[in-house]
C-alpha cells in the first residue's frame, strides 16, 4: 500500500521526456538518468552513471569553477537554479535552464542532489528573436518622421516622443516628455475639455479617431489626423494611450482648391450649356424663321416677275435657303435639339448619323439602358462623346468607333472604342497641354463622375466615362 505511490513516482520520472531528472551522490557524481536526460543530453544511463556531472559544462565553466560553485550553493541555501549553455555527447551545446535540490533522507542526512534540466534552446531562440524585433520596432516608431507616435500615461502626461512628432509639432523629446498633451490643443478645446473627453473615449471604446487643429509649440496651427488607442499590459491593467497624429494641412488645402476648381469647372460648363441653348432658341426662333419668311416671300416675287428678272430672285431665294440650312446644322451643334425633346440615344444617333459618314467612318452604337439618364447627365455625356469622336476623327486614322451606353451603379457608363492608332497619352490624367481631354474628365468630375483613356500606339483608343443618375450617388 505504502509503495505503491513511490513506484507510481518512480515510472512517471523515468518516463518523462521533457525535462532530464537525474541524481547526483554528494560528490556530484550521476547516480540515476531518466528518458528525458537522454532525449535532452544524448548519454544512455549505461554511459553517464557514474560520472560527474561537470561533463555537462562547457570547458569555460569548468575553469571557472562553476559545477563545484553550483553544488555550494545548493547546499547552503537548498536549492539553485541557473540558465546557460550545457554540452550534449556530441559535443553541441544547447540552453539549459537548471534546478539543483538538495536532497536529505528522513533522518536528516545529506544524500546528494537532484537535477531538473530543460532544453530551452527554442524557448531562448524565440524570445531573442522577440526581443529584436521588438528592438526593430522600436526603431521604427523612433525614426519614422512622417507621424508623430507618442505614448502618454493614464491620466495624459507624455512619457516617449518620436521623431515624427518633433518634426510635427515642433518639440524635443526633452522638453514634452512629462507634460499633459493638451498642450497640443487650442485654447477652445481646452474649455470644452476635448482632450480629456477624447482620453474618455478611447478608453471606453478602445479607439478614438478625430480630426481638427492643433498647435505647434512655435503656436502655430496644423491640421491634425489623431489617432488615440488605449494601451494595457498582458495582465489587462491599463497602462495608458499610444497616440498617432499626421500633419494634414497639405492635404487639407490641396481638397480645399481641388473642391473649389471643380465647383468652378461645373459653374462654367453649365453657363456654357445654358449661353448655347439660348443662342440656339434665339438664332431658331428669331434668325431662321425670319429667314424662312423671307424665303416664301421671294418665292411669290419670283412668281410674278417677269421672265427674265425670275432667275436672280430664284437664285437669292436658294442661297437664302442655303444660309438657313447652315444655321440649322449650326443650331443643332449647339444645343442638339433632339437631347431636350428624344433623349441622350437619339441625340446620339443624329450625332453619328450626320458627322461618321462624312468623316468616313463606319460606327455602331450599342445601348442596353435600363435607366434613362438625367437631363445634366445626358448632355455632359453627349458632349463628352462629341468631342471624343471628334479626336478620333482629328487624330485616330481609325477605320470604325463603337459607341455603347449602359446602365452601371446607378448611373451611364459609356465607351467610345476606335481601332486607329493609338496614342501615348493615357490613364486618368491627360497632362497640361491637351485641353480636349481634360475638358472631358474635367466635365466627368465636375458631374461627380469619373473618366479614363486607354490607349497604347497602334492599338486603338478606348475613352470610358462613368455619370452618375443622381448627384449623390457613388462611381
Ligand atoms: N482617339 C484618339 N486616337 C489617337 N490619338 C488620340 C485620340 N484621342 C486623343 N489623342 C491624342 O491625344 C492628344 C490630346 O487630345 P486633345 O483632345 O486633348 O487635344 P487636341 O484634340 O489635339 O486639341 P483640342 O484641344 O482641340 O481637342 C491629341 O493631340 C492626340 O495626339
Ligand atoms: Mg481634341
Redesign the pocket.
Known sequence: MDDSPREDLGLLVRGVLDYAILMLDTSGHIISWNAGAERIKGWRADEIIGQHFSVFYPPEDIAAGKPERELETALAEGRLEDEGWRLRKDGTRFWANVVITTLYDDAGRHRGFGKVTRDMTERRAAEQALRESEERFRLIVQDVVDYGIFMLDTSGHIISWNAGAERIKGWRADEIIGQHFSVFYPAVDIIARKPERELETALAEGRLEDEGWRIRKDGTRFWANVVITALYDDAGRHRGFGKVTRDMTERRTAERTLGERRRLVGHLVDAQEVERRRIAWDVHDDSIQSMVAVGMRLQLLADRLPEEHREGVRALDESVRAAVGRLRTLVSRLRPPDLDRHGLVVALTGHLEESLPAWGLDYTLRHDLTAEPTSEAAVTGYRICQ??L???H?????SRVEVSLSTVDKGTLFR?T?D??????TGTD??R????????RERAEAAHGWWS?A?SPGA??T?EFWLPSAPDAQP
Open positions: 468631342e471624343a471628334t479626336n478620333v482629328k487624330h485616330a486614322r481609325a467610345v476606335d486607329g492608332v493609338g496614342t501615348a497619352v491627360p497632362g497641354d491637351h485641353f480636349g481631354l481634360i475638358e472631358m483613356l490607349s486603338g483608343t475613352v
